[in-house]
């Protein structure tokens, strides 16, 4: 990517990532309404972006910051849009024009939630990715692969859960001093729990081997989005059933941050309400490629 944006984030220098959701909604990409107007060699960009990971990390902890960022060049629709790879800071410098906030999160407290507001930021046409009209198309060609690293960390997440459910299952004793695993109302909600994650690991790994198919030209677009939404949205819907189960199977003390828990629910709660792409999106997606475009539009 242009002007050694990648080489800062490989050596950690940087955060890059991505710019798309707008206040007036994240699932209709073809509809963004920022826009970015020709100013000579450059473009001046106008508009805001909501609920955009990393504002913080990008624009206050290091000294170089940006995100690919969506924005419209030419009329409605998803030809109309352009990718940039907008530079919010860069060697400790804000962009002239941009303004942040930070959302104040019910979770995920490992990175940053923040809001962009542009005001004609100067953004060079060298960042152009892809070319005028070619945004909605770069963007589609991340989304698919991004959706698999989110589903794996879901699995990781549920992985981790479901450990603290059996440690606690063999630790807390109850009526006469058993061991609560010894109910089977507790071992049973382990057993399809483990069932279930296995699953949707196995779901993730074929997804993970398809999109290595899909780079070597094996495998075709309709079979990425197929295995890449399906692992999202089993992988997120799984691993938040995970959690729910392990809280339960603590008990009452979940309810408190004496037991750490709730942060893993609440992390996955955030892929479960739109983060990387809304459950229904992935649903639509399968269908689409599943049995046709023509039949399934939105
Ligand atoms: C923690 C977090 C981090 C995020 N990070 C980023 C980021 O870094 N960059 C970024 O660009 N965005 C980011 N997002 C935004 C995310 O991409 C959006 O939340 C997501 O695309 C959904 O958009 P929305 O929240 O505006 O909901 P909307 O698009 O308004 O949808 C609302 C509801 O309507 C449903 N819906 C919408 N359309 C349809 C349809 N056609 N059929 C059926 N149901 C439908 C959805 O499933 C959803 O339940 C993040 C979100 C969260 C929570």
Do not use: C
Request: hydrophobic letters at 45%; a neutral charge; charged letters at 25%.
């Amino acid at each position: 990517m242009a002007g050694g944006i990648v080489e800062r984030v490989a050596r950690g220098e940087m955060f890059f990532g991505i710019a798309s959701t707008e206040p007036s909604g994240g699932s209709d990409v073809a509809g963004i309404k920022t826009r970015a107007e020709r100013d000579g060699d450059s473009y001046r960009v106008y508009g805001e972006k909501i609920l955009i990971s990393g504002v913080r990390e990008a624009l206050e902890t290091l000294d170089y910051g940006g995100w690919l960022l969506l924005a419209r060049t030419g009329g409605e629709g998803h030809r109309g849009l352009s990718a940039f790879a907008f530079t919010g800071k860069w060697g400790g410098r804000l962009a002239d024009g941009l303004e942040y906030s930070i959302l104040d999160t019910i979770g995920r407290h490992g990175i940053s939630t923040g809001i962009l507001r542009l005001d004609g930021v100067e953004v060079p046409g060298s960042r152009l990715v892809g070319g005028e009209g070619r945004g909605f198309y770069v963007a589609m060609e991340g989304f698919p692969l991004a959706r698999i690293l989110v589903a794996a960390a879901n699995i990781g997440a549920a992985k981790w859960a479901l450990e603290r459910a059996v440690e606690w299952s063999r630790e807390r004793r109850l009526f006469g001093g058993r061991p609560i695993a010894s109910f089977q109302g507790v071992s049973f909600s382990i057993a399809e729990a483990f069932a279930e994650l296995e699953a949707a690991r196995l779901l993730v790994y074929r997804a993970a081997w398809t999109a290595d198919r899909y780079v070597r030209g094996e495998a075709s677009r309709e079979e990425l989005n197929l295995y890449s939404a399906s692992a999202k949205l089993k992988a997120v819907d799984t691993a938040f059933s995970i959690f729910q189960a392990t809280m339960k199977i603590i008990g009452g003390i979940s309810f408190t941050k004496e037991v750490d828990v709730h942060r893993g629910l609440l992390g996955t709660l955030s892929y479960l309400v739109g983060a990387e792409g809304a459950q229904n999106i992935m649903k639509y997606i399968i269908a689409r490629d599943l049995i046709g475009r023509e039949y399934v539009k939105l």
